[in-house]
């Protein structure tokens, strides 16, 4: 289908998970993808633009750490030279590392989480927008911690409540450009983000080497649908939405992604 | 392959506006829709009435777009004609999958000013009738172990209106009743959100396609949302 042809569309954090899937889904629907990620994350990021190119569409990969304005500019920069123009920006990169009470939480786990989604997501819309065409679609990837608290989080949530502030900004000064600005908050997400042991632990402390399915369990609860976590293709379905003109007059909103967590009452 | 293929929708207020944008937009995307409207006027409601006429030309624009559809001509706030007629329909296309839960009607006046019965019809049309709705279609969708309801609300769900106190009142019950609904519905694998217009600046096939999006497995584990499709109106 051509939910998004002749659009050209920059990810950030694109060489893995929900990022990586997002380019793929994309290009399924014919955008021409600016792929950037770390230089350590190399070899993913061009895998990621080989499966972008098997959907029969263009990929520039880029190296550049959202932490570093002027390496943004330049990632940016190369993929509007390619390209020619810039349609739709998704601020996709995240960590979600350090899990501890707000108090033991360690003065530099908190700048470097608030660094990278916060500050990140601000470097990534700022060295774009200069590109943006008149009309776009800036979609901002937050969290259900963006919503809502939780224990362990508070740099995390910090961060992530605080890009709903900055959409909410840009929403209001881009409007009068047609340009929308929308969050998109997902649960958890099946990626190696939440895949691994030390989440595992904090989610089942009562057990010694908690597995995946000892973990999967807790999550579950948390859901109102029966399901653990969602797939990465969940979140760039919704990303699909909203970067394509079907959703030309939404702006300014929040999508959850979350098997109804947030709304679930225990 | 469209990307609700094979699926049926059921549609209130279909005659007309963001109803038969829904199901036409539905029908495009490979939906049979069973088509539910009041073609009458509603006592007290200012938006002018849709007609015989209006269904039948929703009819032909859903047969155009490769779709089938059952019709009805309904009150949603009569129980047990809309059940009777939503059975009808699920049984003449095997059931239900989708609902779009879009009559409602517009009246205005000043909250402290509304008289009975203008405050009582838009309670019974917009959040009662949306209650039936989902009351009447939810076996069908439980008996399929999936299924998405839409539920149709305003602007007026999210934020109040200067002169409209009945409708934000109904609008914001509509929200409630969603969440409840989420999460009744969420071990059956039924999902249930809201969209929410601002019928002043976007038109009705913007909100279809919210729909579509919500109607469709691309939104499998979205449930309990409110989706504006608005322009912006409620975050300005």
């Known amino acids: ?266 | 392959m469209g990307r609700v293929y094979r699926k049926v929708a059921l549609v209130t207020g279909a005659a007309r506006g963001i109803g038969r944008a829904q199901a036409v937009r539905l029908a495009q995307e490979g939906a049979d829709i069973v088509a539910i409207d009041i073609c009458a006027p509603v006592r007290t409601a200012e938006s002018p009435s849709a007609t015989t006429a209006d269904l039948a030309e929703t009819e032909r624009l859903i047969e155009a777009a490769g779709g089938r559809v059952a019709a009805y001509i309904v009150d949603v706030r009569a129980a047990a004609a809309l059940s009777a007629a939503v059975d009808a329909g699920a049984a003449r296309f095997g059931g239900i999958d989708i609902v779009c839960a879009t009559a409602g009607i517009a009246s205005s006046g000043a909250a402290c000013d509304l008289s009975e019965d203008v405050w009582q019809t838009m309670l019974d049309v917009n959040l009662t009738g949306v209650w039936q709705t989902s009351k009447a279609a939810a076996p069908h969708l439980l008996a399929r172990g999936s299924g998405s309801m839409i539920l149709t609300s305003s602007v007026a769900g999210m934020r109040g209106l200067a002169g409209a106190g009945h409708y934000v009142s109904a609008g914001h019950g509509v929200v409630g009743l969603m969440r409840s609904l989420a999460k009744e519905f969420a071990v059956h694998n039924v999902r249930v959100n809201s969209v929410h217009s601002s019928e002043t600046v976007v038109e009705p096939v913007d909100i279809a396609n919210a729909t579509l999006f919500l109607a469709s497995d691309e939104a499998r584990y979205i449930t309990a949302v409110t989706l504006p499709v608005d322009a912006g109106n409620s975050q300005q």
């Open chain 1, 1 to 266: 289908m051509s939910r998004l042809a002749d659009k050209v569309v920059i990810v950030t954090g694109a060489a893995r998970g929900m990022g990586r899937s997002h380019c793929v889904r994309l290009a399924q629907e014919q955008a021409e993808l600016i792929a950037v990620d770390l230089a350590d994350a190399s070899a993913d990021l061009e895998h990621t633009a080989h499966l972008v190119r098997a959907e029969g569409q263009r990929c520039l990969t880029a190296h550049a750490d959202v932490r570093e304005y002027s390496s943004m500019e330049v990632a940016v920069a190369a993929g509007v030279s390619e390209f020619g123009q810039l349609d739709v920006i998704v601020a996709n990169v995240g960590i979600y590392a350090d899990l501890s009470p707000s108090w033991e939480l360690a003065e530099a786990a908190w700048r470097r989480t608030l660094d990278v989604n916060l500050t990140g997501v601000w470097h990534t819309v700022k060295a774009a927008m200069p590109h943006l065409v008149d009309g776009g679609s800036i979609v901002i990837i937050s969290s259900t911690n963006g919503i809502k608290g939780g224990a362990n989080t508070a740099h995390y949530s910090a961060s992530k409540h605080a890009v709903v502030g900055l959409a909410r900004t840009l929403a209001n000064e881009l409007g009068p450009r047609g340009i929308r600005v929308n969050t998109v908050h997902p649960g958890a997400v099946a990626t190696p983000m939440i895949r691994n042991a030390d989440v595992y632990a904090k989610l089942r402390p009562d057990l010694e080497n908690p597995s995946e399915q000892d973990a999967s369990a807790m999550l579950a609860a948390k859901n109102m649908l029966p399901v653990p976590w969602v797939d990465p293709i969940d979140v760039s379905n919704a990303v699909l939405y909203l970067a394509a003109d079907e959703s030309r007059y939404v702006t300014g909103s929040q999508l959850v992604v979350d098997a109804g967590l947030t709304q679930k009452v225990p």
